[in-house]
């Protein structure tokens, strides 16, 4: 009913070992052992490592030094909103705080809802402050068809802070006539061709 070792798993091991070989022996000697009788502990041992040790200590959860906290998806008022029409543009906001001013990068990727990627990118950002920011993207021509699609952004430092990243995701209503992941703005036009001489 308590922690009898913690450590290396080969070392753990073979001392269970060890000690479930001792019970076996006493029960050689005495007709009765730990493997005999319910709730027993098994024999402490004397030789080789010492069956009980200090846990180690817990380390408490780092605090990244940049951090992005939430991320929604806006329309051009600002109103967060989960569906868009193919056309429409929109802005994603993230909510980054940073434990001092650290020049950084940030970068999108765009999937459709089964993980074909149609956009990833990565931006220099500049120096940002210490404390809370709001970063927002505009993504004023999107070109996103009907669908449910996944955007995450991520922001981070030099080599020595690891990247922070959140996603998020929003559908987009198909034009009429339209299929597909993607709505390029085209136009179409027809010219009539001059006729040749037979």
Known sequence: GRTRMVGDPEQVV???RRAVSAAEDEAGRTGQSALSTPGEALPTLTQGAPLETARPPVKAPQTPPLA???LKVQD?????REQFSAGESLFLSADVESQSALACHVSLELKTADGQVLFRGTHVLGTVPAGRSELRLALTRPGLGGG????AVAVGGDAATSASRVE???E???K???QGPLSPEVGWTLHAMAETAA
Do not use: E, K, W
């Open 14 to 16: 073979a001392d269970y």
């Open 68 to 70: 992005i906290t939430g």
């Open 76 to 80: 051009d008022a600002g109103t967060a």
């Open 148 to 151: 449910r699609f996944l955007a």
């Open 168 to 170: 998020t995701t929003f």
């Open 172 to 174: 987009v209503s198909a």
């Open 176 to 178: 009429p006539g339209a």
